[in-house]
């Protein structure tokens, strides 16, 4: 369980759009060494191996683009809410 009390801390410090990006990209890059690292593709084929990354990558891929907009729109409107009760 101290894992959790460290993502905790981790999450207290992302205040920003770009440390989140930052965060997304990490993740992404662990995810995708992970992935390419599996035996499973040598056994697939050559095409279907190539069908199956890009997939995986693009949705992602998606995913990560989706995270940075929220984080940066959440950024923005707090500042936003912050101006409007001054």
Not at 33 to 62: A, H, P, S
Not at 64 to 86: D, E, T, W
Request: a positive charge; hydrophobic letters at 55%; proline letters at 1%.
């Amino acid at each position: 369980m101290e894992w959790v009390a460290k993502i905790n801390q981790l999450i207290e410090r992302l205040r920003t759009p770009l440390a989140l990006a930052g965060l997304v990209v990490l993740v992404l890059y662990g995810i995708y060494k992970q992935i390419l690292e599996m035996d499973v593709f040598t056994r697939v084929g050559e095409n279907e191996t190539f069908v199956l990354l890009g997939n995986v990558f693009f949705y992602l891929f998606v995913l990560a683009i989706f995270s940075v907009i929220l984080g940066g729109l959440g950024y923005f409107l707090s500042i936003r809410s912050n101006k409007q009760k001054r």
